[in-house]
């Protein structure tokens, strides 16, 4: 049984940081790219990061990039998303999903709820 | 890195078909055979329900079915049943490391 547990959300003011973690369980997670998804409030769902399946290569959407850091520790598998100086629009539910085949994700998490406001 | 393009909403009556379109350029959509698909309810999760353009992950029903012709790709749900209604995704590889969902549609079931 796959799962995957995302934690670290709340609430925060604007231009302070945050860390969101997912923790997987049920599946080889070191062999596997992973990916962070957010999606705000009534809104459709964004692409945020990825990550290799060894760390090796990340890459990150326009809007976060030299704000948001995604990382991965196999020895724990655990992914994290590591969030700087935050915005109002970085209101979202964050999700962290499994890379498949043919650019889908398979595996999702229940999601993390961030709120950025003073 | 602009959001693909989908109509905002379709619908259609229990047993007839409806047709989502996600249209990007060809940098994206018609660069690559990475299109996927996602259904969502409301308050849950995405679920994955087309891959590389018209895959079916294990247990998607077939009358889920993804196509891609040039910049536009395609997803038809055949026999259009209660439980479909739901918010429909595409996505797709971009190049460079970079992926795109799309704009979002909202089926509804007549």
């Known amino acids: 049984q796959v799962q995957l547990v995302e934690s670290g959300g709340g609430v925060v003011q604007p231009g302070r940081s945050l860390r969101l973690s997912c923790a997987a369980s049920g599946v080889s997670f070191s062999s596997y790219a992973m990916h962070w998804v957010r999606q705000a409030p009534g809104k459709g769902l964004e692409w945020v990061a990825v990550?290799?399946?060894?760390?090796?290569?990340?890459y990150h959407t326009d809007s976060v990039k030299g704000r948001f850091t995604i990382s991965r520790d196999n020895s724990k598998d655990t992914l994290y998303l590591q969030m700087d100086s935050l915005r109002a629009e970085d209101t979202a539910m964050y999700y962290c999903a499994r890379d498949f085949e043919g650019g889908g994700n398979d595996y999702w998490g229940q999601g993390a709820l961030v709120t950025v406001s003073s | 890195q602009s959001a693909l393009t989908q109509p905002p909403s379709a619908s259609g009556s229990p047993g007839q078909s409806v047709t989502i379109s996600c249209t990007g350029t060809?940098?994206?959509?018609?660069?690559?055979?990475?299109v996927s698909w996602y259904q969502q309810h409301p308050g849950k999760t995405p679920k994955l329900m087309i891959y590389g353009v018209s895959k079916r992950p294990s247990g998607v029903p077939e009358r889920f079915a993804g196509s891609k012709s040039g910049n536009t790709a395609s997803l038809t749900v055949s026999g259009l049943q209660a439980e479909d209604e739901a918010d429909y995704y595409c996505?797709?590889?971009?190049?460079?490391?970079?992926?795109?969902f799309g704009t979002g549609t909202k089926v509804t079931v007549l």
């Open positions: 990550i290799s399946f060894d760390g090796s290569n990340k």
């Open positions: 060809s940098s994206d959509v018609g660069g690559y055979n990475y």
């Open positions: 996505s797709t590889f971009a190049g460079n490391g970079v992926y795109v």
